[in-house]
C-alpha cells in the first residue's frame, strides 16, 4: 500500500530579477521584473507503507520544497499528490495529526521547558487523553533513553540529546509516516550512531514509513533499502540502494602522506587526482582495484599516514546527473 502519492508535481516561485548597484535597486522598485524559477519539475514517486527511503540531492534540488508540499507547508503549481489518502493542500490540519516531521537544523521544541514538558505539551495539541500520554512518554524515555536528562531544560541540552527529544516529540501522536531533514547533521559518530539505531528500531516496532533526507552516505547505506535522487527539480534516480552502492559508491578516495615523493603511474581503476610533493591523492574503483591492491604498489616503509574515505555524495550525484542528462 502507498502511503506517499506524488504524480507530475510541480512548485514555481516567481523571483524578483534585481540589477547591480542603486540604480538596478530603484529600477526593481519601479519597474520590478520578475523571473519563474522551477524548484520542483513534474516529479513522479511512491512510497511504500513501512519504508524508509532516502530522499537525497545537492543543496538546491527540490528536497526541502517537495517535503513542504507533502506536509501541506506549501501548495504545488500543478500536480497531484496523496499522504495516507489524504491530498495535503485539502486537509492539512487532519494529516498534521497522522505525520510527524523532524528537521535537524530547525527546533520545533520549547527550549526554556524540559523535554518531559514538550512532550506533555504536544501531547495536549494533539488531543491525546492524560493518561494514554503519561504511558507514551514513558515508554518513549526508555526506548530513547532519556531518563538522565528528561527533566533537563531543553536549552542545556547537547545537540545529540536535543534530537533524541526531537524525535520522540514528533513520535507522541504515534504518525504513520516520519519526515526526517538532515536528523543527524552536526553529532559526533557515536551519537549519529545511537540516532540511526533509534530510526531502525521505531521502523520496526512501529512500521513507521520514513522519509528521510541527509548528505550524510552512512545514514543512506545503514538505513535504507531504496533511495530517490533528486536534481534541478526532477528525480534522476529511484533505485535500491544495492545497485546504487555497487553502481556509483564503489569509488574511495586514498589521501597518503609520504616520506619520499614517488611518480605514481596510474593503472586501469585508480585515478591520481592530486599529486603535491609527499602528498599523493588517488580515486580507487574498487571493483577494479582492491585498497590493499593500491598499497602494494607503494612501499609500506614511505607511507607517514593514510586516510580512506568516500567520494564526496554531491560528486556521486553529480556524475548520476551528468548520465542521466546523456
Not at 509516516?177 to 521502523?203: A, C, H, S, Y
Request: with cysteine; glycine share 6%; aromatic share 6%.
Amino acid at each position: 500500500m502507498a502511503v506517499i502519492e506524488a504524480k507530475g508535481l510541480k512548485k514555481e516561485f516567481k523571483v524578483k530579477v534585481k540589477e547591480k548597484g542603486i540604480k538596478g535597486s530603484l529600477k526593481s522598485i519601479l519597474r520590478p521584473k520578475y523571473k519563474i524559477v522551477k524548484a520542483v519539475n513534474g516529479i513522479d514517486f511512491n512510497v511504500e507503507e513501512g519504508e524508509i527511503i532516502a530522499f537525497i540531492g545537492p543543496n538546491g534540488a527540490g528536497k526541502s520544497t517537495t517535503i513542504k508540499m507533502l506536509t501541506g507547508i506549501l501548495y504545488p503549481s500543478s500536480g497531484e499528490m496523496k499522504v495516507l489518502d489524504i491530498d495535503p493542500t485539502k486537509n492539512r490540519k487532519k494529516l498534521a495529526y497522522k505525520i510527524g516531521t523532524v528537521f535537524g537544523q530547525k527546533e520545533q521544541l520549547w527550549m526554556h521547558l524540559t523535554p518531559y514538558d514538550n512532550f506533555k505539551f504536544f501531547s495536549a495539541i494533539y488531543d491525546i487523553p492524560e493518561k494514554e500520554a503519561e504511558e507514551r512518554i514513558e515508554n518513549f524515555i526508555k526506548v530513547f533513553e532519556l531518563e538522565k536528562f528528561v527533566n533537563t531544560p531543553v536549552r542545556n541540552l547537547s545537540l545529540g540529546q536535543r534530537i533524541r527529544a526531537e524525535i520522540v516529540a514528533s513520535l507522541i501522536h504515534e504518525p504513520k509516516v516520519l519526515f526526517l531533514d538532515e536528523p543527524t547533521i552536526g553529532l559526533d559518530p557515536i551519537v549519529k550512531d545511537n540516532i540511526r539505531k533509534l530510526i531502525k528500531k521505531m521502523n520496526k516496532e512501529l512500521n513507521t514509513t520514513i522519509l528521510l533526507t541527509s548528505h550524510d552516505v552512512s545514514d543512506i547505506e545503514k538505513l535504507c533499502k531504496r533511495v530517490i535522487i533528486i536534481n534541478n527539480g526532477e528525480i534522476v534516480l529511484d533505485d535500491s540502494m544495492q545497485n546504487l552502492k555497487y553502481n556509483y559508491l564503489n569509488k574511495k578516495i586514498l589521501e597518503l602522506r609520504l616520506k619520499d615523493k614517488i611518480n605514481f603511474e596510474k593503472e586501469e581503476g585508480i585515478d591520481v587526482i592530486k599529486e603535491k610533493g609527499t602528498n599523493l591523492k588517488l580515486e580507487l574503483d574498487t571493483r577494479i582495484k582492491s585498497i590493499s591492491d593500491v598499497l602494494k604498489l607503494i612501499d609500506p616503509e614511505n607511507i607517514i599516514d593514510i586516510n580512506i574515505s568516500n567520494t564526496p555524495l554531491e560528486e556521486i550525484i553529480s556524475d548520476i546527473y551528468k548520465e542521466e542528462r546523456k
